[in-house]
């Protein structure tokens, strides 16, 4: 059974920093994409950043240039690192197996301006 859990959240001002992690299970995590999701209050669940196998990222227009996205293959662990975080960033973040179509539970992220 595949699982995902997100931990790192929290509450920062504007301007903070955060680093999200991501601990996968059940799964073989090296052979596939991994990627974050995030959903503000009210809003659709948004794309934020992606990452191939072999750790090239991509990221959302709205994230790019303040976001990094990594992981560690052997610890079977996804990251998300947010800089510059602005009150427009807050949501829930959630870790994502596209190819399993597996969620976590997400972590929030709130952003006092």
Known sequence: QVQLVEWGGGMVQSGGS???????????FRAYVMAWYRQAPGQELEFVADITPAGLGSYAESVEGRVAIWRDNLKNDLYLQL????????AVYYCYSPTYEAWGRGTQVTVSS
């Open 83 to 90: 800089n510059n975080l602005k009150p427009e960033d807050t």
């Open 18 to 28: 955060l680093k999200l992690s991501c601990t996968a299970s059940g799964m073989d």
